[in-house]
């Protein structure tokens, strides 16, 4: 039989197994922001250790900045408190950090593909619950807790449960007007709020395959929305021309070697997800959100 897109990243990271409890799941990419690390930072000074491998994880503070005005102290208290916190930490245990005022300072889950440090066949985490964002480009991510971090920072490992798969396929020409986010609202209307729960989804088909990267990105980010652990996409030839020439993606002959390796990494034809769904583009309409109920 053959393998799903999911089960080939998440077998090949898998450590160990624990009979009848979860995996160890090596992490490629650990994105942190200033909100859910503060405690994991603390954790590893109590406990005197140090971060595993520093130069896998990148800071950038984006939930407490000023959109305008940057270069002014931040006004608020506790977002400065935060904010301030996340650059003593970067700098006591040697991780990354693009700092506010800093060129690539932004919302992680933007920077991260801009940059090329998001890629194909990753296994990527970040105390946010959106990392599914960044299964867009062909790679398992989803958040993590604050105790996860921790545990990310000082193993580069994360011991997680195995989800289930889900692939969700969307075929046909969509309207005029109708947007990536419109696609999302759609399945998580059909879906319910709890469809996807214990869930890894998969989105296929036609209409997705002629989405640009920064779709593909909306999409998968809103993957949360209706219970998943998190979405993704099958790199194909839009994912690699998004990534290519990127500062930190491959060069090179380690290009070449890199993007036949993501070519194996769709889902193979005889491949059996837990879930599958079929959606016709045609039926989705431009949409809006009312706010709460």
Same mark, same amino acid.
């Given at each position: 039989?053959?393998?799903? +897109? ?16 979860? %995996?160890? +799941? ?24 140090? /971060? ?10 984006? =939930? ?44 992680? =889950? ?16 970040? @105390?946010?619950? =959106?990392? %599914? ?15 996860? /971090?921790?545990?990310?920072?000082? %193993? ?31 399945? #998580? ?11 890894? /989804? ?8 002629? +989405? ?10 809103? %993957? #949360? ?5 998190? @979405? ?7 994912? #690699?021309?998004? /990534? ?50």
């Amino acid at each position: 039989m053959g393998k799903t +897109l999911f089960d080939k990243i998440w077998d090949a990271h898998v450590v160990n197994d624990i009979e009848g409890g979860p %995996s160890q +799941l090596y992490i490629d990419r650990h994105y942190c922001h200033e909100v859910t690390s503060p405690q994991a930072f603390e954790g590893l000074r109590k406990r005197g250790l140090k /971060v595993f491998r520093p130069e896998k994880t990148y800071c950038s503070p984006d =939930h407490n900045i000023p959109t305008l005005n940057q270069d002014r102290p931040i006004a608020d208290p506790v977002s400065r408190n935060q904010v301030e916190t996340l650059t003593r930490n970067a700098q006591e245990f040697g991780v990354t950090l693009y700092g506010l005022g800093h060129p690539k300072n932004g919302i992680i =889950h933007v920077i991260g593909p801009e940059n090329g440090l998001t890629l194909p066949g990753y296994t990527i985490v970040c @105390g946010d619950s =959106h990392t %599914s964002t960044h299964g867009a480009f062909g790679a398992v991510a989803f958040g993590i807790g604050t105790s996860e /971090v921790e545990m990310v920072l000082a %193993s580069q490992c994360i011991l997680q449960p195995k989800p289930k798969t889900m692939r969700i396929n969307v075929n046909g020409e969509l309207r005029p007007g109708v947007t990536a986010k419109d696609i999302a609202l759609y399945i #998580i209307a059909r879906m319910t709020t709890g469809g996807a729960t214990g869930y890894f /989804v998969e989105y296929a088909g036609d209409t997705i395959r002629r +989405l640009s990267m920064e779709e593909r990105m909306t999409v998968c980010n809103l %993957s #949360i929305e209706m219970g998943a652990r998190g @979405g993704m996409i099958a790199p194909d030839e839009t994912t #690699i021309a998004y /990534v290519k020439g990127r500062e930190f993606a491959p060069g090179g002959e380690e290009w070449e070697k890199a993007v036949a390796y993501w070519r194996t990494l769709p889902s193979d034809p005889d491949a059996v997800f837990d879930r599958e769904i079929n959606f016709d583009a045609a039926d989705i309409e431009p949409r809006i959100t009312l706010g709460p109920n």
